[in-house]
């Protein structure tokens, strides 16, 4: 079967724009810049994703166009004979079914709080009705399970036509509508009475509050924040570095789409934290920003119900290109694997997805009292915890092992395919640093998150997910370590 392409350069840098943007970019890098001393964070954020995202990205994209094929058969294309790197292709299947059984479910709440939006419901609404507004949605699973199911299929349905006429087009709409709300918000909020403290605490450099918040913790911080935000690790990109051509280095696209995904996060500061300052209200994070501290501030707004149904129009934008983009990553397991038609993988794909997410909807209420990594715990957290601590950083780690050693793909095979075309080229001299370095910051950020997790559960607990951590480990070592067999 031939294998669609991107019908242009834009294309690609918007569909794979799309599936970094999310929305982490919206409540998460506004919240950390805030905590970790604003724009000081900010700059060592931008250093991390120059020395960690865009060289991970740059493999993930390689292995893509190299092979031609998605994370389920791109391993088996490439590898040498007798090696076990194949076997890491389960981390690239799994995370994306893992990431699709929640990420639906919060596409779908900000669909449903951009339809409250265009018909007013918070307008002029108190602070105890806009939370209770939060937990009645959360309290009801069949609301839950509508606006997730109803997500789920417009998405398939875009992915049903293809590359080109379905996931481009929509994506180019959607991403250039995304970005023209977000400078609109923006430019609105900076412009409030009371903004200016907000803007000054968003963008000058507090170095106390670094030292009182650990600069150790400050820098991890904007390192883990740089290492997830781009969504590597799990073929998210490289089914997309499957669909380009070879007119243009790889190196150069990464950093184009890097650039993007940053604009989104700093504009969703300047939405978010002058507008808390404004009204009064301290910046703070997760759903509780989004889903309360929001809408309690359009509700004070004049001319609230507009504001407030174009930020979450530009939040349900930001969650369904990505949506779309995991879905198109999936879809190609079973074309890669099984050799199915695209109509055939998009159906089986959709009644999996819908079905597989039913128990995120139901953690919040049927499930509620199925903590499992702890209390206050639900099934979500179980769920984004493996993901965004294990199969990502995991995954990570395994491509770029994979690009450099000799028993794996290699050093020289990626240089020549990172840089074909015209473009920034990736440099030669930084092998030593992708071989070794790069790889030892990786394991030490996956590490770290399995210790600030689970430190504050005592020796018991910390000392039993420890382990956990070193085997999973141990298996990303162990497939790149298999030594080929002679004949």
Not at 261 to 274: E, N, W
Not at 279 to 304: C, D, K
Request: hydrophobic content about 55%.
């Amino acid at each position: 079967m031939k294998r669609e392409k991107f019908g242009s350069r834009l294309g690609f840098i918007l569909v794979s724009a799309g599936c970094a943007i999310g929305i982490g970019n919206v409540w998460k890098f506004p919240y950390m810049c805030g905590e970790f001393g604003g724009a000081a964070f900010i700059v060592i954020y931008l250093i991390f994703l120059l020395v960690l995202g865009i060289p991970v990205l740059t493999c993930e994209f390689a292995i893509g166009r190299g092979s031609g094929r998605s994370v389920a058969a791109g391993f088996e294309r490439l590898e040498p004979q007798g090696t076990g790197w194949h076997i890491t292709k389960w981390v690239g299947i799994v995370g994306s079914y893992l990431l699709m059984m929640f990420y639906t479910t919060v596409g779908g709440w900000m669909m449903y709080y951009c339809f409250r939006s265009f018909t007013g419901e918070f307008a002029g609404a108190s602070t105890e009705e806009v939370t209770a507004g939060f937990s009645d949605m959360l309290g009801n699973a069949p609301v839950m399970a509508f606006w997730t199911t109803l997500i789920c299929i417009i998405g398939f349905a875009v992915c049903q036509f293809g590359i080109q006429k379905g996931i481009e087009r929509v994506s180019k709409f959607m991403m250039s509508a995304l970005l023209i709300i977000m400078v609109v918000l923006a430019v609105h909020s900076i412009f409030l009475e009371g903004a200016g403290e907000g803007i000054r605490f968003y963008l000058v450099p507090d170095f106390a509050r670094m030292k009182e918040m650990g600069i150790g913790n400050v820098i991890f911080g904007a390192m883990s924040q740089a290492f997830f935000t781009l969504s590597i690790g799990i073929g998210a990109m490289m089914i997309f570095g499957s669909y380009i051509g070879k007119e243009r280095s790889l190196m150069g696209e990464a950093i184009s789409i890097t650039a993007l995904d940053t604009f989104v996060a700093l504009m969703a500061g300047f939405i978010i934290i002058p507008s808390c300052f404004a009204f009064g209200i301290e910046p703070g994070a997760g759903p509780s920003l989004i889903f309360i501290t929001i809408p309690n501030i359009f509700a004070q707004m004049p001319g609230g119900q507009v504001w407030s149904a174009l930020f979450f129009l530009f939040l349900t934008f930001a969650a369904f290109t990505t949506i779309v983009a995991v879905f198109e990553n999936i879809i190609s397991f079973d074309i890669d694997i099984f050799g199915w038609s695209r109509n055939k993988s998009v159906l089986v794909s959709a009644v999996l997805i819908i079905v597989l997410s039913m128990p995120c909807v139901l953690g919040f209420n049927v499930l509620a009292g199925f903590e499992p990594l702890g209390a206050g715990t639900n099934v979500l957290d179980l769920e984004d915890f493996i993901v965004s601590n294990n199969l990502l950083p995991l995954g990570s780690l395994g491509y770029v092992l994979f690009c450099t050693r000799k028993n794996g793909w290699g050093w020289a095979h990626f240089l020549e395919e990172a840089n074909h075309g015209k473009g920034v080229r990736f440099p030669e001299w930084l092998e030593g640093y992708m071989s070794y370095v790069l790889p030892l910051v990786i394991t030490v950020i996956y590490l770290k998150g399995y210790y600030d997790k689970f430190a504050g559960q005592g020796a018991a607990a910390l000392t039993g997910w420890m382990i956990a951590a070193v085997l999973f480990l141990a298996f990303i070592i162990a497939c790149a370590v298999v030594r080929r067999q002679e004949s």
